[in-house]
T-cell receptor, first 109, second 115 residues
Framework: QKEVEQNSGPLSVPEGAIASLNCTYSDRGSQSFFWYRQYSGKSPELIMSIYSNGDKEDGRFTAQLNKASQYVSLLIRDSQPSDSATYLC?????????FGKGTRLHILP | GAVVSQHPSWVICKSGTSVKIECRSLDFQATTMFWYRQFPKQSLMLMATSNEGSKATYEQGVEKDKFLINHASLTLSTLTVTSAHPEDSSFYICSGGRGVSQPQHFGDGTRLSIL
């Protein structure tokens, strides 16, 4: 089982709709969870971090964490064409941080 | 927010040349920094973990004598690609944070092209 799994996509979402990105992880001791966005040819940039169960909202973005199910998700409301990118889930514990391979999101104008 | 500065952003050089890439944390101290490589349309691949004051930890399959990492201070890690060849051409990215459990901040990356 991969340590951090994401559907590679592409995930196509109409402009204005909600995009839902999912990530599962295998290490139950994981403590910190992150979502990054990476545009083609650029380095990743941090969108959100979440550390405890529940939802965390920041503007159009909501991160959701469920440690019992080992599941973390990212919702993007009112999707815009500029949200088209690859979204990376990252999970850390102690001295290790593991990235998923990313989900390509395509917002349809 | 935390800033990581990576230089150079683009390097083109002849086969056999050694290339040094610098990664600096500008407003925080990083005992650990990470080096990644990314080929076109592929996912981020961790190469090594750079530890301040000690040897780097390399991922399986990454040649430590080929990719020399030095983390001599809490704000600077360097990656040297020694005797680079065309197959080393890639996008190299570093990251650092106030701790591994804290958000990682990425440099802008270095695009390396070996002729």
């Amino acid at each position: 089982q991969k340590e951090v799994e994401q559907n590679s996509g592409p995930l196509s979402v109409p402009e204005g709709a909600i995009a839902s990105l999912n990530c599962t992880y295998s290490d139950r001791g994981s403590q910190s969870f992150f979502w990054y966005r990476q545009y083609s040819g650029k380095s990743p940039e941090l969108i959100m971090s979440i550390y405890s169960n529940g939802d965390k909202e920041d503007g159009r973005f909501t991160a959701q964490l469920n440690k019992a199910s080992q599941y973390v998700s990212l919702l993007i409301r009112d999707s815009q064409p500029s949200d088209s990118a690859t979204y990376l889930c990252a999970v850390s514990r102690d001295d290790k941080i593991i990235f998923g391979k990313g989900t390509r999101l395509h917002i349809l104008p | 927010g935390a800033v990581v500065s990576q230089h150079p952003s683009w390097v083109i050089c002849k086969s056999g040349t050694s290339v040094k890439i610098e990664c600096r944390s500008l407003d925080f101290q990083a005992t650990t920094m990470f080096w990644y490589r990314q080929f076109p349309k592929q996912s981020l691949m961790l190469m090594a973990t750079s530890n301040e004051g000690s040897k780097a930890t390399y991922e399986q399959g990454v040649e430590k004598d080929k990719f020399l990492i030095n983390h001599a201070s809490l704000t600077l890690s360097t990656l040297t690609v020694t005797s680079a060849h065309p197959e080393d051409s890639s996008f190299y990215i570093c990251s650092g944070g106030r701790g591994v459990s804290q958000p990682q901040h990425f440099g802008d990356g270095t695009r390396l092209s070996i002729l």
